[in-house]
């Protein structure tokens, strides 16, 4: 009935409830036993703690102790070899100072003796080169004196190109003082015989004239050392006209084809004065262009003279090749009649080789023959065949 049941549900409850009160009692005796157990464990704990820290401390001290000792025997022992080697650094010093100076004094003389005489010898060749100077500046003045003069400026730069025609090109290649225009009395300083594809041909002129417009060049010169624009522009303006007025003056006096080519060359025996020519704007092309003259330098003309040098070779090949085709054929003809001499000359070696081969066969059948007879003496043979050359005679 309900009356059963909430009477069962009380008596339950109170059941529960004294459970769980004596759960909690023991779980709060449980609490109160770990703690004290926590408690005695970290006092143990603590304790051995404080023995190791005591005996570290005990330890530490005895090494700190130990090492203080040891530090104090070797601050002793590294401050009596530190006094040793002092002393011994001092002696060795004191020896090498004595040393050093000995040597210094001999060296210091020995030096002092060599640096006079070297001076003296200096100084006497000083004197001497002073009066070389003097010499060599009489001579620098008897040469601007020289280059002052126009036709001594001209024969320089004509006695340049010779060397360097006579360096690269065979005699009969070139010619000096020639007169290209019949009549007109007018020589070019060289010209280069240019030859004719064959032996009939023509030969033609090649005029070289040399020029050495020195005084303008050197007022450039001055005047670009001196950093003057305005006379620089001026000196080469008139430099310009020069070059201009040299090369119109050898178009009409020495370039005449046939019988020349139809351009000169202008020699410039200055590779500064031909550089500052190829610096003018259109200058170069304008020489080429209107007047037919190439202007050349030292340089520019040893490649051009070895290039004619390389054509006349090419050209002396072509002219000769026929008679090189012709020596050919006659080596082939006697090449052929060789052949047949040695032919005829093997068939002679091989007679003498079969005569030489029956003498061979006659020599052993006689020499069967003669094994039958005693032998002489090599003495006695050599009297008994004496004795028989002579009754020969």
Avoid: C
Wanted: proline share 3%.
């Amino acid at each position: 009935t309900r009356e059963e049941l909430r009477a069962h549900f009380h008596e339950f409850r109170e059941l529960v409830g004294s459970i769980m009160d004596q759960q909690g009692r023991d779980a709060a005796r449980r609490d109160d036993t770990f703690q004290q157990a926590m408690l005695a464990a970290v006092r143990e704990l603590s304790e051995q703690q404080k023995g190791l820290l005591d005996s570290f401390a005990r330890q530490l001290a005895a090494l700190t102790q130990l090492n203080e000792h040891k530090l104090d025997k070797m601050r002793e022992t590294v401050e009596q070899r530190l006094t040793v080697l002092q002393q011994d650094n001092t002696q060795k010093l004191e020896q090498i100072r004595s040393t050093v100076d000995e040597k210094l004094h001999q060296t210091l003389e020995q030096r002092l003796g060599d640096s006079f005489r070297l001076v003296s010898e200096r100084l006497e060749l000083v004197h001497k080169g002073l009066g070389e100077m003097q010499t060599l500046a009489s001579g620098v003045g008897d040469l601007k004196k020289v280059l002052g003069n126009v036709r001594t400026r001209g024969t320089l730069g004509e006695i340049q190109l010779q060397t360097l025609l006579e360096q690269i090109l065979s005699p009969g290649q070139y010619q000096s003082q020639v007169e290209v225009k019949s009549g007109s009395g007018e020589r070019v300083d060289f010209a280069v015989v240019l030859p004719g594809r064959d032996d009939s041909a023509q030969a033609v002129l090649l005029p070289i004239d040399a020029k050495f417009p020195l005084g303008d060049y050197q007022q450039l010169v001055d005047a670009q050392e001196a950093g003057d624009g305005a006379k620089t522009a001026e000196a080469g303006r008139a430099l310009e006209v020069r070059i201009k007025t040299e090369a119109k003056s050898i178009r009409e006096k020495y370039v005449n084809p046939p019988g020349t080519t139809d351009f000169a060359i202008l020699f410039l025996p200055v590779e500064g004065l031909f550089a500052e020519v190829l610096r003018r704007p259109g200058l170069w092309d304008f020489l080429q262009r209107e007047y037919r003259v190439v202007v050349t330098g030292p340089t520019t003309i040893s490649a051009l003279l070895n290039s004619l040098q390389m054509g006349f070779r090419t050209l002396a090949i072509q002219k000769r090749s026929s008679e090189v085709w012709k020596l050919l054929g006659a080596i082939k003809t006697e090449f052929g009649r060789f052949g047949e001499i040695l032919e005829k000359t093997q068939k002679k070696l091989k007679e003498a080789s079969n005569t030489i081969d029956t003498a061979a066969v006659r020599s052993r059948a006689i020499e069967r023959k003669l094994r039958q007879v005693e032998a002489v003496p090599q003495t006695q043979a050599s009297a008994v065949l004496t004795d028989m050359a002579s009754g020969s005679e």
